[in-house]
């Protein structure tokens, strides 16, 4: 689009100068026409004129001026020209005059310019000044600064044209340099994103594409949409697994070079792959070891799914570097969608993100963008950002499950398990938000909330049931509440608080938490069974199963995994291995003077087979599921409990 402010627009906003002619000159100044052209002969610029010498003079210094300019009339007529502008149009001054001047520079080639132009000659605006791109007849192109001024004390306007074709190489050569990476001449970040947001605003301007289809739709059918074009966009967003090794061990020259070789790989497979219109991909260095290939107008998920596997084949060939051969692979994110509705931010999200998982996969390989594993992503983010605020606002809660004892049913004592009841996602498990805990370090504060609150309740039941055999409370304990905070100055200071005695806790930490403790780790658990707490370990068979380490540890239980006991489910065509398994380790456990819980218990067959063994208490669906304190109550004493599973 042509310029039609008073100063120069952006370069590529700006018209090529093609054959046109001016509308027809506005009837209101046909009247004056005449009168206008009488006056011709006394025009300082006309070689008919007087000749006084001021005005003689005057004429001259318009001949003379090496910036071309003309005389224009009120209906954009020639009415003289000097011969700068008829050397840089390639042609006469003479030739020029009784000439459109919209025609001689290409004023007619817009609306918004040509009724700027008018505007000036009609004397209601003071000044048009655009650039345009004009063809010399010799063929070669220039780049030209218009301006159109009135003439004080005349109806004439003055045109003038300024050759800026320098500068304007000089802004393109700037640009260049600024748009493109010096290692890899590849365009840089910069002009990546300028170039998808254009993509993407004239997708928008075009409106949808035609129906969208599965996700791994490809159309057949081009020229129905926008003559050629598809209204789709893709991105394959890509870096090199350990190229900052390579940095480190081999030098920066040498990496400098291994990119600059990966560009190449990557602009060869964008040209030769897949269905683009010209210059329908993009390839840029986004830097660092990243790389991106913009397709425009693509064609379905299977283009870029192919031009992906495509990257990765050209990237395994070995690069040879002055003599130094070196391997590199690459990880990929690859993004395929309708560009109607998206945003450069929102398409590089997903990229990034697909990206990542592409790295966590495995490396070396493609991943495409899974609308469901983003939105898990991205509830896993929203938990994240608001789990520690949750904690002050109180919306954790506790249930407990049973631990019965295996030889009469009695419930010996319950497992403390927390719930968040988030505002948006309802009631959470554990395994939805402590992982996210112990990543972020709020566990440490959740940890403490549950242990204080565990205890404080552990109390009370024993406070209303003053003549039943007290239960004891199993809280799980991270193992970086053992790092990040004083667990054993916790612990003594919610038994004091609460008035717990120190046997009735029993703290579980996993098996893969305690494996190889020593140091802090170990001198707090010592100290918790020193101070009367008991210590299990939780999920017992599921780690590294070293039994060596129990003989060091101050551990008094054993909570053997569930799968163990979902072996003894098929009574009827039982394993023999699982029972003789189970069975070596409460012999063993025994001998050392460990407890043995079995968990995920859910039926009677269950049960009596674990009992046979020889295993300590049971805990499952068989007796009750994680209940409100209040269930809890209610089975204080009672035995044994029933064996059918509980309601949800």
């Not at 210059?279 to 991106?292: M, P, Q």
Request: net charge negative; hydrophobic share 40%.
């Amino acid at each position: 689009m042509s310029g039609t402010s008073e100063e120069p627009v952006h370069p590529s906003a700006e018209p090529v100068l093609t054959e046109s002619h001016s509308p027809a000159p506005d009837p209101d100044h046909d009247r004056d026409r005449d009168r206008d052209r009488d006056r011709d002969r006394d025009d300082p610029a006309d070689p008919a004129g007087p000749a006084d010498p001021e005005l003689r003079d005057y004429r001259a210094a318009f001949r003379a001026a090496r910036l071309p300019m003309a005389l224009v009339d009120r209906d954009g007529i020639v009415l003289a020209a000097n011969d700068s502008l008829g050397s840089l149009l390639g042609t006469g001054a003479a030739a020029l005059r009784r000439q459109p001047a919209a025609d001689l520079v290409d004023l007619a080639a817009d609306g918004r310019t040509w009724h700027a132009y008018r505007e000036v000659l009609g004397g209601r605006r003071s000044r048009l000044r655009c650039t345009r791109r004009l063809k010399h007849p010799d063929g070669h192109s220039l780049w030209a600064e218009v301006t159109v001024a009135p003439v004080p004390d005349s109806p004439r306007v003055l045109l003038s044209v300024a050759d800026i074709s320098d500068r304007r190489e000089l802004q393109a050569r700037l640009r260049h340099l600024q748009m493109h990476d010096p290692v890899t001449r590849l365009p840089n970040r910069t002009l990546f994103f300028e170039r998808l947001t254009a993509a993407l605003e004239s997708a928008a301007a075009e409106g949808p594409a035609p129906d969208e289809g599965p996700a791994d739709h490809t159309y057949q059918s081009y020229e129905s949409y926008g003559h050629g074009r598809t209204g789709r966009i893709g991105i394959c967003y890509l870096d090199l697994d350990g190229f900052k090794a390579v940095n480190d061990t081999l030098g920066h020259r040498v990496g400098d070079r291994l990119l600059a070789a990966v560009a190449g790989r990557l602009t060869a497979c964008a040209d030769g792959y897949g269905y683009t219109r010209s210059s329908g991909h993009l390839v840029a260095r986004l830097g660092g070891d990243e790389f991106a290939i913009l397709v425009e107008d693509s064609t379905g998920t299977e283009q870029l799914a192919d031009l992906a596997q495509s990257v990765l084949t050209a990237l395994q060939e070995p690069f040879d570097l002055s003599g130094q051969r070196l391997s590199v692979s690459a990880s990929i994110g690859v993004v395929e969608r309708r560009a109607h509705g998206s945003t450069a931010t929102r398409l590089m999200q997903a990229a990034d993100t697909t990206l990542y998982w592409a790295k966590a996969d495995g490396k070396a390989r493609w991943t495409l963008f899974d609308p469901e594993r983003n939105a898990h992503r991205m509830t896993r983010q929203a938990l994240s950002s608001t789990l520690r605020p949750a904690v002050e606002r109180g919306e954790f809660v506790l249930e407990y499950q049973p631990l019965v004892d295996l030889a009469d049913g009695a419930v010996r004592g319950v497992e403390a398990l927390v719930r968040w009841n988030h505002p948006q996602f309802g009631l959470l498990t554990p395994n939805r938000f402590v992982g996210i805990a112990e990543e972020d370090g709020s566990i440490v504060e959740l940890g403490r909330w549950v242990l204080h609150t565990a205890c404080r309740q552990a109390r009370q039941w024993q406070k209303d049931h003053p003549g039943d055999r007290p239960l004891f409370v199993s809280v799980n304990v991270a193992v970086r509440q053992v790092w990040d905070s004083d667990l054993v100055a916790d612990v003594a200071g919610i038994l004091a608080e609460t008035g717990l005695a120190p046997h009735l806790l029993q703290l579980e930490l996993t098996e893969s938490a305690v494996m190889g403790s020593a140091g802090r780790p170990l001198q707090a658990l010592q100290a918790l069974s020193d101070m009367g707490v008991r210590i299990a370990i939780d999920d017992f068979g599921t780690g590294y199963s070293n039994l060596a380490y129990l003989s060091r540890l101050p551990v008094s239980v054993l909570k053997l995994d569930g799968s163990f006991v979902r072996g003894f489910q098929d009574e009827e065509h039982a394993n023999p291995a699982d029972e003789l398994i189970v069975e070596a380790l409460v012999g063993l456990s025994h001998r050392l003077g460990l407890t043995v819980t079995a968990e995920c218990v859910e039926t009677s067959g269950q049960a009596a087979r674990l009992r046979r063994i020889g295993c300590d208490t049971g805990q499952g669906w068989l007796y009750s599921r994680p209940v409100a304190p209040e269930r809890i109550a209610e089975l204080i004493g009672v035995t044994p409990l029933p064996v059918q599973p509980q309601p949800a």
